[in-house]
T-cell receptor, first 115, second 108 residues
């Protein structure tokens, strides 16, 4: 596809369950970002990859959150032992370069509900 | 990270221009000013960005103050499809740091 694709679109998890969220960036895009968006709030930065290197993970809220991008394309955000406060929309974005002078393209997000 | 300040909401009539202000008094010399918008149940969408000079594209115009401490996004003729949350962001080294944004309401 032409855009950033995220799957699943919706995920319901029982508290304590592990979840994995997938992001397929635009082909050839070097940079990949994950964001968390709570209801009524702006997106909050989680982590940033340039190719397969995770250059910034300062936004990950706890060690239950883990992201990887092993081959520099598809990325997975994993949340272990989910808690109710993890309920949010998780957004993935990619851009063609790592520079500040580049637009980012966002996927539609995965809405995670922890019950 | 440098912070931006935007009004919570703005209202406009359809086919009227909309001027969305953004203050960023702590901007550094290398920060680019980016604008994104987010429609309900969608991911953010790029609108425009600039460094020092005013910028125009098919979606909007960006007017940047000479001291770069503020900027204004201009939607020339608002349509109902422009109703969204608009985010003004200072982009430094890769990541986009979102604030709360401005909710734009367009009335017919």
């Amino acid at each position: 596809g032409a855009g950033v694709s995220q799957s699943p679109r919706y995920k319901v998890a029982k508290r304590g369950q592990d979840v994995a969220l997938r992001c397929d960036p635009i082909s050839g895009h070097v940079s990949l970002f994950w964001y968390q968006q709570a209801l009524g709030q702006g997106p909050e930065f989680l982590t940033y990859f340039q190719n397969e290197a995770q250059l910034d993970k300062s936004g990950l809220p706890s060690d239950r959150f883990f992201a990887e991008r092993p081959e520099g394309s598809v990325s997975t955000l994993k949340i272990q032992r989910t808690q109710q406060e993890d309920s949010a929309v998780y957004l993935c974005a990619s851009s063609s370069r790592g520079s500040m002078n580049t637009e980012a393209f966002f996927g539609q997000g995965t809405r995670l509900t922890v019950v | 990270d440098a912070k931006t300040t935007q009004p919570n909401s703005m209202e406009s009539n359809e086919e009227e221009p909309v001027h969305l202000p953004c203050n960023h008094s702590t901007i550094s010399g290398t920060d680019y000013i980016h604008w994104y918008r987010q429609l309900p149940s969608q991911g953010p969408e790029y609108v425009i960005h600039g460094l020092t000079s005013n910028v125009n594209n098919r979606m909007a115009s960006l007017a940047i103050a000479e001291d770069r401490k503020s900027s204004t996004l201009i939607l020339h003729r608002a349509t109902l499809r422009d109703a969204a949350v608009y985010y003004c962001i200072l982009r430094s080294w890769g990541k986009l740091q979102f604030g709360a944004g401005t909710q734009v309401v367009v009335t017919p």
